[in-house]
């Protein structure tokens, strides 16, 4: 039993991250209908600029609250982020809509390995670790045979990413961005004829989920501690699956996908074996494709004859 | 109208729906060897929901699409009422029954390829899909794949050689001979991505008819066309029925070549059949003009009405 | 009018491409700002220190201005349009291409030999393994992949799967049981093919890039299993001292029983590259050849069929799972014998032979090249590895960049650039033609711009 909470609360911080990373690839999908494989890449940059930053912040400017040095890098790395999806989105995809359908994935395919190879070349092949920060930890039982703890990171963890979450809801349901970008998810062509600027939109859209996924590289760095160069591509595949365990194109889904993936992953190491936990989240990537193409959310996706 | 001859495609109580919408419902209707029977209805009414569960791209919700296929070399063999064996097959498992002259078929139990291979059932598309970067001629082989790839066990024509030289050389005849009758012999190398619309779908057409098919199907074959190739269409389509011994199953919004063709309409509203008969029955048919009306201009009433 | 206006128009130009540059330089800023104006580094007692390289940033934004200024400068406002690609050229470009397959050929041919000629067969060695087979299996992994994706349309994010089965498929049977190489060649392209029947068979029926995905997948699950059932295939140390090639049961080894002995020659290690070599050119040709005879064949048109329209197939009576399949197997055997042959080139496998990267890589070689096209398949490996080797023997670049300079990862980072930049300029690749499989009167070149979108 104490195992079963310590593992439930380890899983959902997890998830967490993971369904901050989800939500980008379930927007860009739809609304444009293209996997952005460098999502995953993205996320692992934003790690690494928070660790750099973190450390810039500590050793070069002296800052001594790792509190205020977190909203910092929070932020900075949101922003930082969010230029590089940006670029990336004008370079590597927007000429390409209405090319032929292969062509934007193969161009993110080669954003992936761009970013990846980018950051090794740049800062090396080592792993890179932060010394550990908000090291508190809260017991929440005593004297059973298992202690079952809840630290201050996986606190902050989750709280973060329901206040954005929040504020991110509120931003697809209630802003005109957010109308303009349900409008392109519906029919790109019309919504420019009804005065829609979708590039612009298109745009936005990348740079939430790159936004979000800096959240993610933030927290990710904070609760690890350690980054690598080739650390994008796993939890890209696992948020990925993650969107489309919820139904591609739904936001909730993503939230809700990224947990269970979380679960599954923590609660299978623990009980199973943890060099398979990969296998699992591979595998239940392509039993949902295969079985459950639409997701937990999704729309049926109709054959058009 | 010659109403005496055998039924070819015998749709009973066909039902589609998609989530809540039920856009066929409970359909009965048939169609018979040697004619054209034209689908009509107003946008919306099930048309071509209905082909595509005819040509197994949708798997129909309830109801049985039937198809009798006599074989072609002996044509006059098949029998006119296959309504017994029908039922005897619907209660066995099996997909079709050999009868004496030919081969009846339930085609809700076929895989798409397969009505198109065995039951000879072949079709065209309302937003032409040719194969845009081949060239006219491939187009027309790739239609004759079965025919081409042969004995289930021939690797070697499968990679062609041995005996597939023979099948290739009548495989091109056939396709000079459609293409010529289509007049697209001229431009059988260029690619079928760059011919102007009216020549797309007169290729289409001659791609399904490279089939050998026993029923065609056509998805609005004379929309976007001008005047002058409506009025070749309706030659071709008249000249398939006869010359050919082709049964049509055609979905038109252009009255014109509805009542110049037609030997059977068929009218949808909503997924329901509404009117069924020969043309000049459905001009007169109340709920017809009625549900027209609602929707149609001028044009095609005083179509219909001509 | 036009010669008072000229100074006005020019000096806003001038501004605009000032503030355009500017714009673009301050955007290359922030991009550089942490990751590069700051390298990590580990300290002795392993903490993380930074080192600032602002001159580096001051070049990148620098570098970045003036291209942007020169480019807003030379070409104001209207885009320029497009001029398609005119036929002539294209029929020109083709018939240099059927020349330049056949000198390839024969220069292929020559190279062991030129190599043993010019740098004795002790100094050949390294450059008849690192570059003439390396290339070559490329070129065959390549060429295989192209009948997926090329011909048949379906993207395979997992090809290098299929790799693996033949290389630890010859790796185990040989080790194991003992198996021959010539045993176990064939033996590892029919259990590639099995492999991806398998594989194909549930998800053959999905979109294109649900397909690429679930590919992708499969192809880690069976990295990931590689590396954990160490009780067969032990692990990330891999598999070592698998049986070398023979000369058809001589050994190439000093001795009476060897190759050298056979022939009365001298014996040199360098005989069994040369072997090698040829093998792996022999079989590269057959692929080719069977390709070429497969396009004019219904299959092959039917893969192509595919490709440009996958609904119009069905209603064609064309079996499409069957097709697919067929496409699936076709390419996952010849993966599985150039498994099968970098197994015994190795002498070891290990699963990180076996990353995304890889299928990534080869991905790269089949799109650079010009999806369909086998020369451009075949020139892009060329380009790609034999740049990248190339890299590694510059031993001046060393001393530029410091003895941690690794050529292979700026061979990915060029190779990302260029899956992007090519996609962006030729989405359909070098050699974007298309030459009909059969005619009436006279064959006429298909643009690529004409050809059908791929499912997957």
Request: aromatic share 10%; glycine share 10%.
């Amino acid at each position: 039993m104490e195992i079963f909470l310590q593992q439930l609360i380890n899983g959902v911080t997890l998830g967490s991250i993971y369904g901050l990373i989800a939500i980008g690839y379930t927007m860009v999908f739809g609304i444009i209908g293209m996997v952005n494989f460098a999502h995953g890449d993205v996320f692992m940059l934003s790690a690494f600029i928070a660790l750099i930053l973190f450390l810039a912040l500590t050793q070069l400017l002296g800052v001594a609250s790792v509190a205020f040095a977190f909203v910092i890098v929070l932020f900075a790395g949101m922003a930082l982020t969010s230029l590089w999806a940006f670029v990336i989105e004008r370079i590597a995809y927007r000429r390409l809509r209405g090319s032929f359908r292969l062509a934007p994935l193969i161009s993110a395919i080669g954003m992936s390995i761009f970013l990846s190879n980018l950051v090794y070349v740049l800062q090396g092949p080592r792993n890179k670790a932060l010394p550990p920060m908000f090291n508190d930890v809260l017991r929440l039982t005593d004297g059973g045979a298992y202690d079952v703890t809840l630290s201050v990171k996986q606190i902050m963890i989750v709280s973060v990413t329901a206040v954005l979450l929040a504020g991110f809801w509120f931003i697809v349901q209630k802003t005109s961005f957010g109308r303009a970008q349900r409008a392109c998810e519906q029919d790109g062509r019309m919504a420019a004829l009804l005065g829609v600027d979708v590039d612009r939109t298109i745009s936005l859209t990348f740079v939430i989920g790159a936004a979000l996924a800096a959240v993610a590289g933030v927290l990710y760095i904070v609760y690890y501690g350690v980054i690598n160069s080739g650390d994008g591509f796993v939890p890209g595949v696992k948020a990925f699956t993650a969107a489309v365990l919820g139904g591609v194109g739904s936001l909730p889904g993503a939230v809700l996908g990224g947990l269970l993936i979380g679960l599954v992953e923590t609660f299978w190491a623990a009980y199973f074996s943890s060099d398979y936990k990969d296998v699992a989240a591979f595998s239940i990537l392509v039993v949902t494709l295969i079985f459950m193409p639409s997701g937990l959310f999704g729309r049926p996706d109709v054959e058009k004859v | 109208m010659a109403r005496d001859k055998a039924p070819l495609l015998i749709v009973d109580q066909l039902t589609m729906r998609f989530g809540g919408l039920c856009a066929v419902d409970a359909l009965d209707f048939t169609a018979r060897g040697g004619e054209i029977t034209a689908l009509i209805g107003p946008n919306g009414a099930g048309k071509t929901t209905l082909f595509n569960c005819v040509t197994g791209f949708y798997r129909s919700c309830a109801g049985r699409i039937a198809l009798a296929r006599p074989d072609p070399d002996s044509p006059g063999a098949f029998r006119a009422d296959w309504r017994e064996e029908l039922e005897e097959l619907t209660r066995s498992t099996r997909r079709s029954a050999r009868l004496e002259g030919g081969e009846i078929f339930l085609l809700e139990r076929m895989a798409d390829f397969e009505i198109v291979k065995r039951a000879g059932v072949a079709r065209t598309f309302q937003n032409i899909r040719l194969f845009r970067g081949m060239t006219v001629l491939e187009n027309l082989i790739v239609a004759q794949h079965n025919r081409l790839i042969g004995p289930a066990l021939d690797l070697a024509g499968r990679l062609g050689f041995g005996a597939y030289r023979a099948r290739e050389r009548a495989a091109i005849e056939t396709a000079r001979f459609w293409l010529d009758r289509v007049g697209l012999i001229d431009r059988a190398d260029e690619a079928a991505g760059a011919l102007p619309y009216g020549a797309q779908r007169r290729l289409e057409i001659a791609r399904a008819m490279a089939t050998a098919p026993t029923l065609l199907c056509l998805d609005e074959p004379a929309a976007g066309l001008n005047p002058r190739e409506s009025h070749e269409l309706t030659a071709l389509l008249l000249s398939l029925r006869d010359d050919h011994d082709v049964s049509i199953l055609i979905i038109e919004h252009d009255m014109s070549v509805v009542m110049a063709i037609s030997d059977h309409v068929v009218v949808l509203d909503h997924g329901v059949k509404i009117a069924d008969g020969t043309a000049r029955d459905i001009r007169q048919d109340e709920a017809v003009i009625k549900a027209y009306l609602g929707v149609a201009d001028e044009a095609d009433i005083a179509a219909m009405g001509a | 009018m036009e010669e008072s206006l000229t100074p006005v128009r020019s000096r806003s130009r001038l501004k605009d491409a000032l503030t355009g540059a500017a714009i673009a330089g301050a955007i290359m800023f922030g991009l550089c700002f942490p990751i590069l104006a700051f390298r990590t580094d580990q300290n002795f007692s392993n903490e993380l220190y930074l080192l600032s390289r602002w001159p580096a940033v001051a070049f990148a934004v620098g570098l970045v201005f003036v291209l942007r200024f020169t480019m807003l400068l030379r070409a104001p406002r209207a885009a320029r349009p497009q001029a398609p690609p005119s036929p002539t050229l294209a029929g020109a470009l083709q018939r240099l291409a059927r020349y330049a397959g056949g000198a390839g050929v024969l220069a292929l041919i020559a190279f062991p030999l030129v190599m043993v000629a010019l740098l004795g067969p002790a100094g050949a060695q390294k450059w008849i393994d690192n570059f003439g087979i390396q290339i070559l299996l490329y070129v065959l992994l390549g060429w295989g992949l192209n009948i997926v994706v090329g011909l048949a349309g379906l993207l395979d994010l997992g090809y290098v799967a299929f790799y693996a089965v033949g290389a630890y498929a010859y790796a185990l049977l040989a080790t194991y049981f003992g198996w021959s190489f010539w045993l176990c060649l064939p033996v590892a392209g029919l259990l590639a093919a099995a492999f991806g029947v398998a594989l194909g068979l549930p998800v053959l029926r999905l979109r294109g890039d649900y397909l690429a995905i679930v590919t992708m997948a499969f192809g880690e699950i069976i990295r990931l299993v590689l590396t954990n059932w160490t009780a067969l295939t032990n692990g990330d140390a891999g598999i070592s001292s698998i049986p070398r090639i023979t000369f058809f049961g001589w050994p190439f080894i000093a001795g009476p029983n060897g190759f050298a002995a056979l022939f009365g020659l001298k014996f040199a290690p360098v005989h069994r590259l040369i072997f090698l070599f040829y093998l792996i050119l022999a079989l590269a040709l057959c692929v080719n050849y069977l390709t070429r005879r497969l396009r004019k064949a219904p299959l092959g048109r039917a893969f192509e069929a595919l490709r440009e329209d996958e609904i119009a197939c069905r209603s064609l009576g064309v079996d499409t799972v069957a097709t697919k399949l067929t496409a699936f197997a076709l390419g996952a055997s010849i993966a599985g014998m150039a498994g099968a042959l970098f197994a015994a080139r190795q002498n070891f496998v290990s699963p990180t032979s076996f990353t995304f990267m890889e299928s990534a890589t080869i991905l790269a070689l089949v799109v650079l090249g010009g999806a369909g096209s086998q020369l451009g398949v075949a020139l892009a490996a060329i380009v790609i590895i034999g740049g990248s080797e190339l890299l590694r023997e510059l031993d001046g670049l060393k001393q530029i960049f410091g003895p941690a300079f690794d050529p292979t990862q700026y061979r990915m980072l060029i190779v990302g650039i260029a899956m992007v930049g090519m996609m962006n300029w030729r989405p359909r690749g070098l050699i974007a033609l298309r030459t009909p499989s059969i005619f009436l009167k006279k064959p006429k070149l298909v643009v690529g711009a004409l050809a059908g979108e791929g499912r997957g």
